[in-house]
Structures are given as C-alpha cells and as structure tokens.
C-alpha cells in the first residue's frame, strides 16, 4: 500500500463519517425539539417537557389518520407481495421475449414523479365513476408498493437455485405447494426488506394521496402537513418521534432475522 | 418443459395487467388529455407554455436543483460507499444504521427538521455564530443551497446503496493487479476502479436525479411559495387554480423528462455491463 493508498483511504473515511452525521442530523433534531418546554423550536431546547407529546390526544382526527395509514400500507404491501411474487417468478423463470422490459416495467413507478402519478390517477378514477377515497388510495398505494417487492423480488430469485423446485416437485409436490414450502420461505429475507420497504414508503406517501383523500379520509402525512400550515407547534416533532421509535424498532427485528446488510441489497 | 415455461409467462399476467390499468393507462390518457384542445388535437398548451419566460425560468430552476442535488450526493456518497465496503462489525453497522433509519423518517418530518435547522435563529446559525465564523445570523431558509442541502440529504441513501452494492463486489485483486503491473494510483482510479464502478454511479444517479426533479415537500417547506418548482406549479394549477389542461401539460413535460431519465439509464448501464 503506498502513500497515496493511505492518504485517499483516509479521506473516504472521514467522508463517510461526515455523511453518517449528515444522515442523522434530521433525526436528532427531531427528536431533540420534540421533548422541548418551548412553544417554538428553540434549539437546545430551554427545558425538557413531556407536554407536547400529552398535546397528541387533543390532535383531532389523528388517530384516525394513523389507523388509515396503516390500514393502506398493510393491505397494499400484502397485495404487491402477491402480485409480485407471481411476476417475478414468471420473469425469472419464464422464457419470453420482452422480459427485461417487463422487469424494468414493474420497477419504473419508483421513478415516475409522484405528483404526476397522483394527477393521473385522480383523473382517471373521476372518469372511470371510482368515488370511494378509501379505494382510490389504496390502488394508488399497490402501484406506489409493488417496484419495492419487485426490485427485491427480482434480485433474490435470479440468485434462487430452481433445481429445489424440480426435486420438490420430482418427490410429488405439486407446483403451487413446491412454492409454497420451497420457494417462499428460502426467499423470506427478501419478504421481509422488499415488503418493509413498501410499507414504509406507503406510511410516507405524500404525493400521490394528496389528490385522493376525501376530508374523511386523510392519510397521516397529509394530516401532518396539514398540522404544520395550520400550527406549527413541537407536537409534530412528537408524532415523528413516535415514528422514529417505530422504525428502530423494526429494524431491530429485520436486523436480527435477516441481517442489516442483506436489507441494503437491492 | 416448453409447455410449463410458457405457462410460467402467465404468472406475469395480474400484476402486468394492474399495471397497465391502474398506472398506464392514467398517465397515457394524462398526455392525450395534455395534447387536447377545445376542437381537435393542439400542441397549443405547450406552445403556451414555453412561450412563457416564467414557467422557463421554472422549468431551468428545477433542472438546477435536481442537477446540483444529484452532484452534491454523488460527491458525498461516491467515497462514502468506498468506506463502507472496507468497514467491518460495529464501524459497517454504524453505516448501515445511518442509510436505512433516515429512509424509514418521513419526508415531511426531515424536510421539516431542516427547516428548522436553517432558520436565521436556528441551530446552525447560533453555532456558527458562537464559534465566531459570522457576526450576523447568515440568511439560509427560502435559499436554493439550503433546498439542495436538504434534499441532497433526504435522497443520499438511494445515491450510497447502488454505489455501494457495486463497490462491494468489485475484485479488490484487480487493482492490486494494475499496480504491480506498475499503474500509477490516479491511472488506477481512472482506468480501474472507476469504471467498474460507473454502474452503481448511473443507478444512483439516475434514481436521484427522478426523485429530486419531482419533489415537492422539500422546496415547499424550505424554499417556499416564493421559488416555485415544476412540481410546485402542478400542486398550484390542480388543488388551487382549477386550471387542469396547464396542469395536465406541465405534467406530461414532468413525466417526459422522467421517461426520458429512465430509458437513458438503463441503456447507459447496459452499456457499461456489455464493456465489461
């Protein structure tokens, strides 16, 4: 290793620690303000206060908005992970022309400009009669989830060796039930990431919900955005928070069963 | 065999077909409606709206911000990813923690956070001030700097992942091969290293640059009303002015531009795989 190895080694590292704190600066400052005495954000915070996060039960309609979230990031994935699981076997396995377009086709959502997508599909949900709120967002919300199973989907199968399909199949299973205890559960990790990763970019959504909620039916980033033009007090800092906790919590989970690095390969 | 493969094609068949309807078809008839006028086929939309030396100045300031955030990121994440595939135990725990924590933060929440940290009494100018670089708080929320720090920031982890899915796999024998055949360290880098990983540095460019040209949360909590984005002006058109044919047609020029990243890359890497 000759100096200038040790030298350009050197500065990647400190680069990589700048943009660890980079990284993370957004969430302490999150969570910092959201446990402020302040009414304003004020940072250090001038004492530390619960208050904010007691103002959370008098936010109307918030619970609301967070069982709605939920509800359309559960199903949503669930439906994608079926969906997808079908196309990317039929991808992997099949052999058609057109499959990389195929591929590069379930994928292309997470590229397409969000806003975009919502106009489109406001507007085509007006011309085809579909009035519910609850339906609109939760089409919306599959195509917004299925490129994240896809994308893992797509790369775990192409390293799944088939072989144990056809020996399953050659020991009598059927194909539907060789896929079933074969297939799926050698896949889990990949379950287990690409689905996390669609839950979590539908609980996010913006974009797209904007132009299908209803007032009934208001998604929890629509809901803050909405605390935020109205009150912009620390309580938002609070329901974030929560959310922070939320997400390492998961982690934690996905971290131990599947291996935090296995979760970045996409 | 053949029989049961082609069967296998038709596994495709329900999400494809979702697809089709559900993302699709609305935005295919989002660009016809764009090309609609009151009689008949018309670019008249868009003649009008390029004729508009406001909506070109959006138009540039978007491709601005989205150019500038993307290169801000990559200049970030290129050696972060190089630090990352050397680190082990704790130190690659540490990095991993970081990119995939922030991703799981709302946008709205860090666009927020940001907001805060670059208020005129906010964190970054009283530190800057107590560590005595300004005298007076420096102006930083409503800037474009301050909206290509923030949203290079919210987007990072989709620059570092490629790259460092690339980096990591990279044959660490093949650099070390062309210095003993007495390569120097920067002919290294440039003929090696680089190369092998432009893959990673495309995906997660091109991946960047989409998200940023779209962005919407981010320039309106830190830039405002004030400097408006395609993005900004499609929000305004549909839920404030009820002008849809403007809106439809800044759409379809939104979603073009992000056709046209799309098909670029990935014929880009590609490329770069058929090199290899």
């Known amino acids: 290793m000759t100096q200038t190895d040790r030298i350009t080694i050197c500065i990647a590292w400190i680069i990589g620690f700048a943009c660890v704190i980079f990284l993370m600066l957004p969430i302490v400052i999150t969570v910092l303000t959201s446990f402020t005495s302040s009414a304003v954000y004020t940072l250090p915070p001038p004492e530390w206060s619960l208050r904010w996060y007691q103002s959370l039960e008098r936010r109307s309609g918030l619970w609301e908005s967070v069982q709605l979230s939920l509800n359309l990031a559960l199903v949503s994935t669930a439906v994608s992970i079926i969906l997808g699981t079908l196309a990317a076997i039929a991808v992997t396995r099949g052999e058609f022309r057109g499959k990389e377009a195929i591929a590069t086709f379930t994928v292309s959502p997470l590229m397409m400009p969000g806003l975009v997508l919502g106009v489109a599909l406001l507007q085509f949900f007006r011309e085809i009669g579909l009035r519910d709120a609850y339906w609109s967002l939760l089409l919306g919300h599959i195509v917004i989830t299925l490129p994240f199973v896809m994308r893992t989907l797509l790369a775990s199968m192409s390293a799944f060796d088939f072989a144990l399909i056809d020996a399953a199949r050659t020991l009598g299973m059927s194909y539907p039930r060789a896929i079933f205890s074969v297939l799926i559960p050698n896949l889990a990790p990949a379950y287990l990431t690409g689905g996390l990763f669609a839950f979590l970019a539908s609980m996010d959504n913006y974009p797209i919900s904007i132009f299908l909620t209803d007032a009934r039916n208001k998604t929890l980033p629509i809901k803050m955005l909405q605390y935020l033009e109205e009150q912009p007090d620390p309580s938002l800092a609070a329901i974030s928070t929560g959310l922070i906790l939320l997400a390492i919590v998961v982690l934690v989970v996905a971290s131990r069963t599947v291996g935090l690095n296995r979760m970045v390969d996409t | ?276």
């Open chain 2, 1 to 276: 065999m053949i029989a049961r493969t082609n069967r296998i094609a038709l596994l495709a068949v329900p999400g494809l077909a979702f697809l089709a309807v559900i993302y699709a078809l609305p935005l295919l008839l989002l660009l016809i409606k764009s090309l609609r006028g009151v009689e008949g086929m018309t670019i008249v939309t868009y003649v009008e709206f390029f004729a508009d030396s406001y909506n070109m100045t959006v138009l540039w300031r978007t491709l601005r911000i989205a150019t500038l955030t993307t290169l801000l990121a990559l200049i970030i994440a290129y050696p972060t990813a190089f630090a990352m595939a050397r680190a082990k135990g704790i130190w690659l725990t540490m990095f991993l923690v970081a990119l995939v924590l922030p991703m799981s933060l709302g946008v709205i929440v860090k666009a927020f956070a940001w907001s805060i940290l670059f208020r005129s009494n906010g964190f970054l100018n009283t530190t800057l001030q107590t560590l005595g670089i300004t005298e007076e708080p420096v102006r930083m929320l409503f800037t474009e700097t301050a909206l290509i720090i923030g949203a290079a920031n919210v987007f990072l982890p989709f620059m570092v992942l490629p790259i460092y899915s690339v980096v990591r796999q990279l044959n660490a024998s093949l650099p070390e091969a062309a210095s003993s055949l007495g390569a120097s360290p920067w002919f290294r880098f440039t003929r090696v290293t680089l190369p092998l990983s432009l893959p990673g540095v495309v995906a997660g460019s091109a991946f960047t640059f989409s998200l940023a040209i779209s962005m919407y949360v981010i320039p309106s909590l830190i830039v405002g009303e004030r400097q408006q984005t395609l993005s900004m002006l499609i929000a305004r058109s549909f839920l404030y002015l009820r002008n849809e044919p403007l809106g439809s047609t800044i759409s379809a020029i939104l979603l073009a531009i992000a056709i046209f990243v799309v098909l670029f890359s990935s014929w880009l890497v590609g490329r770069l795989g058929a090199r290899r």
